[in-house]
Structures are given as C-alpha cells and as structure tokens.
C-alpha cells in the first residue's frame, strides 16, 4: 500500500533496564505445563540464539532491546550472513513505521545479498492503538465533471486506490455513464481486483440499476462496456446469483460465455476474529481465519472464533499477514489453542508471519503443532 494522509510513529516502548530483561522462552521444543504456563526454572535455564532473544524481547514489548540484539547480531560475521537476520530487522523497522532505518538497511542489502530488499508497505495496522478509521481515510466518492464526464474520476480513482490498498466507493452521483467509461472503469477494478486490493461500494444497487438501463438502451456490440462493468461488480460484491442470470442474458445476447467468476472475500474492518452477523459463526477471508493487531489477554474472543472456525476446517490455515505481534504473557495460551486444534486431527498452517512472530513461535516450539509460512521477504 502506498503513504496514507499522514501517519505517526508508536509511541516509544520502554527500553529494558540493563540486567532486567524479560525471563527468556523455552529454547525450541519446550512444552507448557497443563496450566498452559512455562516452568520458571526452563525459561531461566533457556539459552536463546540472538534471533530468538530478539523475538522474545519484541513479544514483551521491549522494543528499544529488540532493535539493540538485532543491530548487535547484525554487526557479527554471523548475523551479517543470515538473511533471517536481515528480514527481521526489516520487519521491526515496518513494525515501528522507521521508513528511514528500513531504506538505509535496502541499500545494505542490496549490496550485500545482490537481490532486491523487502518492499516498505504503507499500513493501518501498524499500531494497534492508533484512533483513526481507515473507512473514512479510503472513502471515494464519483463526482462527474459538468458535463457528466467520468474518465478523469475513474484514472483519479485507479490512483487512490493504489495508494490506499483500498477503497469504499460511492456511486450516489453518478446519474449516466458511457460504454467508452465503463470500459474503462471495468478494466480498472479488475486490475485492482487482481492486486488483491479490497473494495466496498455506496449505492451499489443504484448503480448497477443503471447500468442495466444503460445495457437495454444500447444495441448490440455496443452495450458490451456496460456489460463487463456490471460483471466485474458482481463479482466484487459477491454477487454469485446476480452475476449467473446476467451470465445467461449475455449468452443469449452474445452467444458467447461470460467472464469467469472469481471469489472475493473482503475484510469487513472490525477487530480480530470479525464473526458474520447475527450467525456467531466467523465469516473467512479467502486465505483462511484471520489474526490482527497484538494478541493478548484481550484476545480471547479471537481464540474462540479461531477453534468455532477449526471446527468446520480439516485443515485450519491461519492469515497472519495483519498480525503485529503475540504479547509475551498470553503465548502460553496462544500456544495451547493451537495445539489443542492440531490434537482434534487439523493440520494447522500459519501464514504470512513476520521474522518477529515467527521466531517466538519457534522458539515456544510451534512448529510440533502447525507449519509456520512466513511472508515473502519480496
């Protein structure tokens, strides 16, 4: 995603007082008591590799320590030669929106690995106590010109979003529209669709009542815009019963297939584990269930959703591509709900995890329990 309006850092955590950092994980197989707890004596007698400690100490909050082990390790032979090292180091700058670090650790890497670095990716969810909502930040309103021109609003449009990651559009004062503009508009959405960018849309019906007019009114070859528009919306919208019966009127008319259907599932915006309404029952993303933000003791919730969700799932894959960090304190428990998911006969996968998550999941011995992916580093 590209800059939003604007953005501010985290707050500052609170650097660990020397000789004070958080009691060190399990090094890697170490297992929870029933009580879903780590022996005290395990975790002091844990001898953690500086990735590891790194994970640990992010997963405590202390990130002015984890930035001091990661920068240590990578000033060594070592760290120098191990690109986990590297993508670690990359992620915590992403975590904690330092642009500036990350870009001078590109040209580093660059230099050293003779390979393109991570690519910065502008998001909302860098801080989870961030007040703002995105849906007023992405809205986008049509506004035709005087004369009721839409091309310059659909290439602003194709704009925006890109620079967004997504958008809500509202279609309330669009009242007519050329089959050269839905064209247009329909090639546009379908490479934003592509790019898996997510789109809502206000007066969705409306709009898509129009276009029907618009198709009646307009003979032959020439309505075909009008048609591709009113396709790709359905398929945005999840409009599977809409799209088949305008698939059939266009077979007749055309007597030719239409385009081929393709699920999106959209985020809805609200916090981890968004249940579908009303139902109690998790509504899934097309990558799997799922977690956002920092998991913690306030996460519960989200771990009752994910076992309702494993429950229907022979394999359960987990999207972890939003999620920041596991707090420290509530890994035991995390830890515990995925096991006991992989024990009922699930195969569990996590996917798109960060260096940083993925090493305290390693390091609590995870990996007996679900296959850790971890995001492409490209």
Request: one cysteine or more; hydrophobic letters at 45%; aromatic letters at 10%.
């Amino acid at each position: 995603m590209a800059t939003p309006p604007s953005r501010t850092a985290p707050p500052p955590r609170p650097a660990a007082p020397a000789g004070t950092r958080p009691a060190p994980a399990p090094a890697p197989g170490f297992s929870p008591n029933a009580s879903g707890q780590f022996n005290a004596a395990e975790l002091a007698d844990g001898v953690l590799s500086p990735l590891h400690e790194a994970a640990v100490l992010y997963a405590a909050d202390y990130y002015d320590a984890t930035a001091d082990v990661l920068k240590e390790h990578l000033r060594d032979i070592a760290g120098k030669n191990n690109i986990r090292a590297w993508l670690m180091m990359f992620d915590f700058y992403q975590i904690t929106h330092n642009r500036k670090e990350f870009d001078a650790l590109s040209i580093l890497f660059t230099v050293k690995w003779e390979r393109s670095p991570p690519i910065w990716v502008e998001s909302e969810a860098g801080d989870p106590r961030r007040k703002e909502k995105r849906e007023h930040k992405d809205f986008f309103p049509i506004k035709p010109g005087a004369d009721g021109a839409l091309l310059p609003e659909i290439d602003r449009f194709e704009v925006f979003v890109k620079e967004m990651g997504s958008a809500r559009i509202d279609f309330g004062k669009v009242k007519a529209i050329l089959a050269e503009e839905a064209e247009l508009f329909s090639l546009v959405l379908q490479r934003v669709r592509k790019a898996k960018m997510f789109l809502w849309f206000n007066g969705f019906n409306d709009f898509t009542a129009l276009l029907k007019k618009c198709i009646n009114d307009t003979p032959g070859p020439r309505s075909r815009g009008y048609w591709n528009l009113l396709f790709e919306l359905y398929i945005l919208d999840g409009k599977l019963n809409e799209y088949e019966d305008l698939g059939l009127e266009y077979a007749v008319a055309f007597e030719a297939s239409p385009p081929a259907w393709e699920a999106v599932n959209r985020p809805t915006g609200t916090p981890v584990a968004d249940a579908a309404a009303d139902t109690g029952k998790f509504a899934p993303a097309a990558v799997g269930f799922p977690l956002k933000g920092v998991i913690s003791a306030a996460s519960k919730d989200a771990l009752n959703q994910l076992a309702v969700y494993a429950n229907t799932h022979d394999e359960v894959v987990i999207d972890t591509s939003a999620l920041l960090r596991i707090d420290f304190a509530f890994a035991g428990q995390f830890f515990e709900a995925i096991r006991a998911i992989h024990l009922s006969g699930k195969r569990v996968i996590l996917s798109n995890l960060n260096e940083l998550v993925a090493g305290l999941l390693e390091v609590f011995g995870m990996s007996k329990h679900a296959i850790l992916m971890r995001k492409k580093s490209t």
